[in-house]
């Protein structure tokens, strides 16, 4: 099952109050990504948020159709309440307000998979 990685250019010195920004965010919504017709495309199984210096970065692990995940985030209360608090701490300000804006934020912040690998495979590029 793939992950990918979107990153977040933050001011350096506020890890902890970027801790409590995600400590405190509520629950998704819903893990279930489906496509205009209501079907099953992605589902999320988890993520992960790591900060170091200027750098915050957020694992996803998701099965299915990847392309609709920033669709499906961006309709996520979850998604906008954390946009909402992490401002004061980006280094760069960005347009996450609208799914278009949130769209292009997913897709230009992704960064590029170079090889995945799980205990039962050998390391696949991308």
Same mark, same amino acid.
Do not use: N, W
């Given at each position: 099952?793939?992950?990918?990685?979107?990153t977040?250019?933050?001011?350096? &010195?506020?890890?902890?109050?970027? +801790?409590?920004?995600?400590?405190?965010?509520? +629950?998704?919504?819903?893990?279930?990504?489906?496509?205009?017709? $209501?079907?099953?495309?992605?589902?999320? #199984? $988890?993520?992960?948020?790591?900060?170091?210096?200027?750098?915050?970065?957020? #694992?996803?692990?998701?099965? $299915?159709?990847?392309? &609709?995940?920033?669709?499906?985030?961006?309709?996520?209360?979850?998604?906008?309440?954390?946009?909402?608090?992490i401002?004061?701490?980006?280094?760069?300000?960005? +347009?996450? $307000?609208?799914?278009d &804006?949130?769209?292009?934020?997913f897709?230009? +912040?992704?960064?590029?998979?170079?090889?995945?690998?799980?205990?039962?495979?050998?390391?696949?590029?991308l």
């Open positions: 099952m793939p992950y990918a990685m979107i977040f250019r933050v001011r350096p &010195g506020h890890e902890d109050e970027l +801790a409590q920004v995600f400590a405190d965010a509520p +629950a998704l919504e819903s893990p279930v990504v489906t496509d205009e017709h $209501g079907d099953q495309t992605a589902r999320l #199984l $988890g993520t992960g948020v790591f900060v170091k210096d200027d750098v915050l970065v957020r #694992l996803v692990h998701y099965e $299915g159709d990847f392309a &609709g995940i920033a669709r499906h985030l961006a309709a996520q209360r979850h998604v906008h309440v954390i946009e909402d608090r401002k004061p701490y980006l280094a760069d300000p960005r +347009a996450t $307000g609208t799914a &804006g949130f769209a292009a934020f897709r230009d +912040a992704t960064m590029r998979c170079l090889t995945q690998s799980t205990g039962q495979t050998h390391p696949t590029p």
